[in-house]
């Protein structure tokens, strides 16, 4: 298979075959814990980290692992970097850890990360595997915080409360309230706002789809219609 253009594999991961919005992948922890900000930066990083690293581990290998086991190996390499992300978090980020609990070592799990390293890491170089793995968690990173952001200042009526759980001391003061004296909207916090909050979030995508292709159906026309016939005449000899 021929590497891909950079250009095809960025838009790719953040908009056009984006996990979240478009595969539907990994929507369990998305849904689970984006009640805040924070949260959804701490596990989009994890994900994003894990995606990179899987990708280049399996391009690095793809021609030495026989078809029989190519899968089993895939989900060893996921799993150890799991594990490391795993690690890192219980040391430098222990609180945020412990929030997210299980949706850490989940990422095992992650059909997009299983399904990037099978349908382009063993089949490309390592500089465009580890740009797809980058481009695919940022894209799913880029949903999270917005999902994230969007239920705490609807359920809570703040931004960017908890940030010194991800970046220590200096971020205690980075918390902005919104709106004062504001009643918890429980609804937004909880799964079901979770849902809701995500259905918007591709109905608003699939909205700007639809209308980028008709705009490109206008231009199209227009091309067409401003061509013009030209009539030869003579011999060929």
Do not use: H
Request: charged share 15%; with cysteine; glycine share 8%.
């Amino acid at each position: 298979m021929a590497n891909s253009s950079y250009k095809e594999i960025t838009l790719n991961g953040l908009w056009k075959n984006n996990p979240a919005l478009v595969q539907l992948l990994g929507l369990c922890p998305l849904l689970a814990v984006t009640g805040t900000t924070v949260n959804a930066i701490g596990l989009g990083l994890a994900t994003t980290l894990v995606l990179l690293g899987s990708n280049i581990s399996v391009s690095l290998i793809r021609n030495f692992v026989p078809e029989t086991v190519r899968l089993p190996a895939f989900v060893m390499i996921i799993a150890s970097l799991v594990t490391c992300a795993e690690l890192l978090m219980q040391a430098y980020t222990y609180e945020l850890y412990e929030i997210l609990g299980i949706f850490i070592p989940l990422i095992v799990t992650n059909c997009a990360i299983l399904g990037r390293a099978d349908a382009f890491a063993s089949k490309n170089s390592v500089v465009p595997s580890a740009l797809d793995g980058l481009m695919m968690g940022l894209g799913f990173s880029i949903v999270l915080i917005i999902l994230g952001t969007v239920r705490e200042l609807i359920g809570q009526g703040t931004l960017f409360s908890g940030m010194d759980l991800l970046f220590g001391e200096i971020a205690k003061d980075w918390q902005i309230n919104v709106f004062t004296d504001y009643p918890d909207f429980l609804f937004a916090i909880l799964p079901p706002g979770a849902f809701v909050g995500m259905g918007i979030i591709i109905a608003i995508k699939n909205i700007i789809d639809d209308r980028l292709k008709e705009r490109e159906q206008r231009n199209s026309v227009k091309v067409v219609s401003g061509s013009k016939r030209v009539r030869t005449t003579g011999t060929i000899s």
